[in-house]
């Protein structure tokens, strides 16, 4: 029987949601981890969570780098998947039974997910028509981690900090020969930054209101991705997605000037991202 843990990261949690994220778990897989992301207040949350094993940076190494630290602890403890969940998502007590199922339904499956539930904007991502399909990518939260391909793909972009890394992680899965799967039986509410449902002329669009610092690594990793694989349609897809990014902070979020300045700058370091990975300089 394949071994289970969840691995949650952590940076500035809400205790009481956290606590409740961890209380719905912890029956439910063998271990719970923490990865605290440079928090405030480390050991306030550290105090918070005592039942479960803690570890700490000193800052923020990003999203990429704290799921692979947290794979890591699995791979070394000889677990088969790892359960990654968002600080603020909380798991229905049904929900690993219902998935376990899942993660042997095919041959060489690198991540089994739900289908995402945004509390504001609904589906998020895929939606499969069948109990479950096989899909391009999903998101992190949710998801069962295959440690042996982890391993084998050679884990997540830690240069990516955050946004997008899921879906770039996918795709050198797939390119690895691994499948991602997303089960449509089984859902997960989550809430993506603050998002809400805005009009634009004759359509509804999604508007996130992330941070200027999201902003900038959503602009950045945008072109960065797609640059990285090589993968044009990608790549102008992403450039659009920047241009678009532009309109919806002028149109409907706060603080304009600084989002906008933090979109331009990302985008211009996905470019030099690239530049540097070509020559060899960047790991």
């Known amino acids: 029987m ?12 809400d205790i009481k949601r956290l606590k409740q994220n961890i209380k719905a778990i912890s029956t439910q897989v063998d271990q719970v981890v923490v990865f ?3 928090s405030n207040d480390q050991e306030k949350v550290a105090d918070a969570i005592p039942a479960v094993i803690f570890i700490k940076s000193n800052s ?15 791979a070394e403890k000889e677990y088969d998947w790892m359960l990654s969940l968002d600080q603020d998502s909380i798991c229905p007590e049904t929900f690993v039974g219902n998935m376990t199922p899942y993660l042997s339904v095919e041959e060489h499956i690198g991540i089994a997910a739900p289908v995402i539930v945004d509390r504001n904007i609904g589906v998020v991502g895929h939606n499969p028509e069948k109990s479950w399909s096989e899909v391009r990518t999903c998101i992190t939260s949710g998801s069962f981690n295959n440690i042996a391909a982890w391993r084998d793909t050679g884990g997540y972009d ?6 997008s890394v899921d879906f770039e992680y996918c795709f050198r899965l797939r ?32 508007v996130n209101g992330h941070s200027a610092f999201r902003k900038y690594y959503i602009a950045r ?11 044009w349609l990608h790549f102008i897809r992403g450039n659009l997605r920047n241009l678009w990014l532009l309109v919806l902070v002028t149109l409907y979020e706060d603080e304009k000037t600084e989002k906008r300045k933090a979109v331009l700058k990302g985008w211009k370091a996905g470019f030099h991202q690239n530049h540097l990975k070509d020559r060899g300089t960047d790991k």
Do not use: C
């Open 2 to 13: 394949d071994r289970i843990y969840a691995g949650i990261v952590t940076f500035n949690p």
């Open 36 to 38: 605290d992301n440079g």
């Open 60 to 74: 923020n190494i990003g999203i990429a780098a704290a799921l692979n630290r947290l794979i890591q602890w699995g």
């Open 158 to 163: 830690e240069s990516m900090f955050i946004d």
């Open 175 to 206: 390119k690895n020969g691994y499948k991602v799967i997303q089960v449509s039986r089984v859902q997960l509410s989550h809430e993506l930054g603050e998002s809400q449902k805005r009009r634009f002329l004759f359509w509804k669009v999604d």
């Open 221 to 231: 990793n945008n072109v960065y991705y797609p640059l990285k694989h090589r993968l």
